[in-house]
């Protein structure tokens, strides 16, 4: 695998290698904290992981974090988890978003595009003044520090508000996308209890108005907490009786006050879905994901304030916070709220030549559907701002790359990148010094240890393991909420391999230094980035009369596809005809998310089990890519041997 791809797709010329905000890092921490001065990237993330106090030190001085009171070291314990980053440090995450305001006070902080593809700007000035007397409006609401707030909301630029004026305050920011419904907002948001919410009346997406007040009266009446209501009336209807109009809280001219935080307090909480219960909520601190995002987005997206920053994403999905934390290295940040494909499936490049985007994000799907619709982006529009397409959601396949390569430019920086919401950051993915193979990530972040292993804990080179991280990070999660003895926390990541992050990615560490994902090690759907658990499904499916039982796999495919089939089995004397297929599909789109729909629904003789009564999901997805019975599965394991034949048989039909 290591000689596969001998000769580079892309490589960086001297010049951009030179300017690069990274190599400026190496020499300025190679004078003042003893990294290597020569080796290039290699011998930088070789030092970050050994010397992992100094790197972070290092960070947090090359991008001036403001401490308001001081650290009495970096790392006062290293374990995990719970390792304690900068102890006695306070700081505010919103202070360091809002920084450019005083240096760029009139020019774009945020780029808002909608259908039309006109982008409308919000000044660094606005944005500040917005947020200031938001988060004074939340103050008078009884809005206290650690205290959550919650947004049901697009991708706008009042969800940017309504973030930052939370974290001024030092409460707890939350949100959800408004294509989500009903049930899977509450099972995110019923957990961490928030005080107050805000709300659209509805939102636009492939040229339609979809009116999502039903869904917030829902809301209001199961969320007993809430203090305050806020609407914004995105589709111009009045807001609902007893709640607040965004216009009332966001028109004073007053400077926002930074409540200075401890390094681990709160910032957010993110949702991801394991295999069984309610999504995992996830908690972040503002001290974390600050360095975190600055060491990613200043160092290796390369992003500063000359640069205009766009992923396609939504508010529930971590992407969107990663997106927002732009702000952190001046950048103007690029909002899109809208289908991917509206009007046509070249509207993102079109957002990008708009909006003048110097980092491009999306999907790898988004890439593979272009591909498929012969979308020529460098003919049909201009990109010479553009400097890097930037990749996740699921691995961008060989050809991917290729297309890219041939159909946007030669000169063009490809980054496929890798990580989680777990830890809203990547692993690996995108070093601008370092040259680009296809099919592969360019190398680990930095003070990133990642590792493969295999099942003993041995590290691998050149074959596919486990996905492991084995020190610390900043943005790891400070904790799960409601989980009071960190036992869900330690189950989900420390279990396999004590003391080290297993993250449930297959991956192959190249003797060259770079990076393959292979899909998820274990059964989580990874719908586009988004994830979702299998419970999730089966909740909302079993609830028909007509469903006896159901077993529902996502399966990464060799073209970079992802095939999601439903296995339902029957109830006596049901029928698997259109009538039933649409309820279930439309089931699924309006109690969990129009993205988790299958993409085939097959009925099946019956779900296998293990001994313990479990669904059998990771063989079963196994059996889907191909590999033999005996190998998928320890035949001692499961209820019933012959149910497994099926999906056998059907892995061989699809071959």
Known sequence: ???????????????????????????????????????????????????????????????????????????????????????????NYAEHALRAAATRAD????????????????????????????????????VRPGDRVSGYLPNIPQAVVALLATAAVGAVWTSCA???????????????????????????????????????????????????VVHIPLLGTEAPEGALEWSDLTSADVDPVFEPVPFDHPLWVLYSSGTTGLPKAIVQSQGGILVEHLKQLGLHCDLGPGDRFFWYTSTGWMMWNFLVSGLLTGTTVILYDGSPGYPDTGAQWRIAERTGATLFGTSAAYVMACRKAEVHPSRDFDLSTVRCVATTGSPLPPDGFRWLHDE????????????????????????????????????????????????????????????????????????FWNDPDGSRYHDSYFAMYPGVWRHGDWITLTSRGSVIIHGRSDSTLNRQGVRMGSADIYEAVERLPEI?????????????????????????????????????????RERLSPRHVPDEVIEVPGIPHTLTGKRIEVPVKRLLQGTPLDKAVNPGSVDDLELLRFYEELARKRA
């Open 178 to 228: 408004p294509d989500f419904g009903a049930r899977s907002v509450l099972d995110r948001f019923q957990q961490v209890e928030p005080v107050v919410l805000f709300t659209v009346d509805g939102y636009r997406y492939g040229g339609k108005e979809h009116d999502r007040r039903d869904v917030v009266t829902e809301l209001r009446r199961e969320l007993p907490t809430l203090r305050a």
């Open 408 to 479: 946007v430019r030669e000169d063009l920086w490809i980054a496929s990148v890798s990580g989680g919401t777990d830890v809203c950051s990547c692993f690996a993915g995108a070093v601008p010094t370092l040259p680009v193979h296809i099919g592969e990530l360019q190398a680990p972040c930095l003070g990133t240890d990642l590792q493969s292993w295999d099942p003993n804990g041995t590290p691998l080179v050149d074959e596919v393991g486990e996905l492991v991280v084995t020190n610390p990070m900043p943005s790891m999660p400070i904790h």
């Open 107 to 142: 020019e774009p902080a945020l780029l808002h595009v909608d259908e039309t593809h006109e982008p409308r700007p919000v000044t660094w000035t606005e944005l500040r003044r917005q947020v200031g007397s938001l988060a004074a409006e939340l103050r008078a609401l009884g």
């Open 548 to 588: 006896k039982e159901s077993l529902v796999i996502g399966v990464e495919q060799p073209d970079g596809g992802y095939w999601m089939p439903l296995f339902v089995q029957l109830a006596p004397g049901a029928a698997l005809d259109d009538a039933l297929l649409d309820r279930i599909k439309r089931t699924i």
């Open 1 to 91: 695998m290591s000689t596969a791809n001998p000769l580079p797709l892309w490589q960086p010329d001297p010049q951009r290698i030179a300017q690069a905000q990274i190599t400026k890092f190496q020499s300025w921490a190679a004078e003042h904290h003893g990294a290597p001065a020569l080796g290039g990237y290699p011998a930088l993330h070789r030092w970050s992981v050994d010397e992992l106090e100094a790197f972070w030190k290092a960070v947090t001085q090359w991008f001036d974090v403001r401490f308001t009171s001081p650290y009495a070291r970096v790392l006062g314990d290293r374990s995990m988890p719970g390792a304690e980053w900068f102890p006695g440090a306070t700081l």
